[in-house]
């Protein structure tokens, strides 16, 4: 079965840190563009970060919102069959629930939430 399953969420204060794990089954993530996408309270679903397959065998190119630009990292784990985002310097703006997905798009998991406290 074609899915992907996130983790890693959870409350953390202003500042800190978290790391969400997406991980892939039934088809190989390093072949596929992979993305993270989040979603705030009453508002539509944003495009997080992108991870695309390089031209060479094993590499890889990142994309990153504005937002996240220089806060957040996207990689992935070829082992693993698993894709990160290493978030740092979290503001309260970043809480939301966070979803990973690759194109073309699959069914949608059920995210994992991030909530950023005082």
């Known amino acids: 079965q074609v899915q992907v399953v996130e983790s890693g969420g959870g409350l953390v204060q202003s500042g800190g840190s978290l790391r969400l794990s997406c991980a892939a089954s039934g088809f190989t993530a390093s072949r596929y563009t992979m993305r993270w996408y989040r979603q705030a309270p009453g508002k539509e679903r944003e495009l997080v970060a992108s991870?695309?397959?390089?031209?060479?065998?094993?590499?890889?190119?990142?994309y990153y919102a504005d937002a996240v630009k220089g806060r957040f990292t996207i990689s992935r784990d070829s082992v693993k069959n698993t894709v990160y985002l290493q978030m740092n310097n979290l503001k309260f703006e970043d809480t939301a629930v966070y979803y990973c997905n690759r194109l073309p798009l699959i069914a949608w998991g059920q995210g994992t939430q991030v909530t950023l406290s005082s």
């Open positions: 991870i695309v397959p390089g031209i060479v065998p094993g590499t890889s190119n990142t």
